[in-house]
């Protein structure tokens, strides 16, 4: 493991928010008395998301405080943790995976991008929009070479999509999470090569035929019923909630009048239709 140290400029002090501050306590009280270190991780997260994505040495005190803990306990998972980070990151932080698939798969190129676009590694850019760091392996081999910016997972990435979306991220433009060449899920990249049956599915594309959708919700049902799941019918058309959950799945007539597709609810989701 690297060596982690604070970074050398600290803000003077730290203090949750009314609303942090409230949610540590919720935290705390989960766990018995004299238990309350056992909150400390949850509340070092909360005090890196106050703080833009960083923790710094101030925070690691207040928690250290409100715990009962010695400073040098908190420090010590603060260091260890790679979650935790103990220098000012970019407001869209750049975890990029260069463990081995995503290193076959092109990540070395990806650097590149990164230090063209924002800077060295670990450099936050001039105008504080972006920050990047290698890290192992994220979990996403099947789609590599791949990067977790924030909370999100960006996959199938090239130098010419990845430069796209740091410069879709800088300029606040809306990007599409998940993987950036239309794959779904993890499926063969070129689409599935197997079970490629649309009666398979419960969400099969409306143009593809009523009766796959019809085989598709019978089977749906069945399993439903063995399994004594409760469910109701609705008209999509006019129960808001469904409609709302179904989205655009339903489209719209040659009228502009949304199409009229009972459907099956479970606890609230939509789960297949019948036309």
């Not at 936050?124 to 099947?142: N, Q, R, T, Y």
């Not at 991220?169 to 599935?192: D, E, F, H, N, W």
């Not at 099969?204 to 019978?218: F, K, Q, R």
């Amino acid at each position: 493991m690297s060596v982690r140290r604070l970074a050398a400029e600290q803000p003077a002090s730290f203090a949750f928010t009314a609303e942090n501050d409230a949610w540590a306590d919720r935290q705390i009280a989960k766990y018995p008395e004299g238990r309350q270190a056992s909150a400390v991780i949850s509340l070092l997260w909360k005090a890196q998301e106050q703080c833009g994505g960083w923790l710094p040495e101030p925070a690691i005190r207040v928690v250290a405080d409100r715990l009962g803990m010695p400073n040098i306990r908190v420090l010590e998972i603060a260091t260890f943790y790679t979650m935790f980070n103990l220098e000012p990151v970019g407001r869209h932080f750049v975890q990029l995976c260069g463990t081995t698939h995503c290193m076959m798969r092109g990540s070395e190129e990806l650097k590149d991008v990164c230090r063209q676009k924002i800077g060295p590694e670990r450099h936050v850019s001039a105008d504080g929009a972006l920050s990047w760091l290698e890290v192992e392996c994220l979990g996403a081999c099947a789609n590599a070479p791949m990067a977790q910016i924030n909370y999100d997972y960006y996959e199938d990435l090239t130098p010419d999509n990845f430069g796209a979306l740091l410069d879709n991220l800088r300029a606040g433009r809306p990007v599409k999470t998940g993987s950036q060449i239309g794959r779904q899920c993890s499926a063969p990249a070129l689409g599935p090569t197997s079970l490629t049956d649309p009666a398979l599915y419960i969400f099969t594309s409306l143009t593809a035929g009523s009766s796959h959708i019809v085989t598709a919700t019978s089977r749906l049902e069945t399993i439903l019923r063995a399994n004594r799941v409760p469910f109701r019918a609705v008209d999509i058309a006019t129960d808001e909630k469904a409609r709302m959950l179904w989205g655009r799945r339903a489209g719209k007539d040659e009228g502009g009048r949304l199409r009229k597709l009972p459907g099956l609810v479970q606890e609230g989701f939509v789960l297949g239709v019948s036309c």
